[in-house]
């Protein structure tokens, strides 16, 4: 049982691998990335229609029809480091963060992966409590990133181009990739609890030896 807990996380952890690193990728500078992989974006309504809006980690892009499509870096349109009114400030702020905890839950889950290959040849509870932790981690540094970027960057965005503003690739992918990592945290813990039942000698006593009885010697008179 053990090692079919262990498969089913390797393959999740996987899929949180492939995900987490996916979302990592709005940190690029590239239009074309940020376009494809945005963590939010909005296509032409409202008081800006016609004009898409594509918001990555560390800039957004623009497109309007017959122009050219324009990015613009969050660093670079700061006008004070400690206005947080500012939306090119705080998502700067955020989005820095964001990665930096996307890629931590990147490398984590790769170690999960890893380990619960392991754990299907040989199944272990140290091995799967060291997946408990190192899966948690993981949970949580991605649902930290998340939430910093998407609920302190996302409303300051839309305070900037005033519209209806949907979750891109990355805020998708991230999403779904720390609710699959703490679906492996709790097969991690089944499977460590299973692992130590089993290792554990069994405390049935052993049947006692049988008593024979030597026939008694017979004296001829």
């Known amino acids: ?21 996916i979302a990592t990728v709005g940190y690029s500078n590239e239009k074309t990335t940020i376009i494809n992989v945005n963590w939010f974006h909005s296509y032409g309504t ?17 497109q309007l029809p017959g122009q050219d499509t324009t990015s613009l870096a969050y660093a670079n349109c700061g006008m004070d480091d400690d206005d947080d009114n500012n ?11 964001a990665f930096g905890l996307m890629a931590l839950s990147t490398i984590l889950s790769f170690i999960v992966v890893g380990l619960s290959v392991a754990g299907i040849a040989s199944p272990s509870a140290v091995m799967s409590g060291a997946n408990v932790v190192i899966a948690m981690l993981a949970t949580l540094f991605g649902v930290i990133g998340w939430g910093l ?43 460590a609890i299973l692992a130590a039942k089993s290792a554990t000698p069994s405390s049935t006593p052993a049947p006692a030896p049988v008593a024979t009885q030597e026939p008694e010697a017979t004296t001829e008179l």
């Not at 049982?1 to 690193?21: D, E, P, Q, R, W």
């Not at 409202?46 to 623009?62: A, C, I, M």
């Open 149 to 191: 970027f998407v609920y302190k960057c996302f409303d300051k965005i839309v305070e900037m181009y005033p519209r209806d503003m949907d979750y891109g690739p990355g805020a998708i992918m991230s999403l779904i990739a720390f609710m699959l990592m703490f679906i492996v945290m709790i097969l991690q813990i089944v499977a």
């Open 1 to 21: 049982m053990s090692a079919a807990l262990n498969g089913v996380s390797a393959l999740l952890a996987l899929i949180c691998f492939i995900f987490y690193m």
């Open 46 to 62: 409202g008081s800006y229609e016609n004009q898409n809006v594509f918001v990555g980690l560390r800039r957004l892009v623009t």
């Open 87 to 97: 939306f090119c400030n705080v998502c700067a702020r955020e989005g820095d963060s």
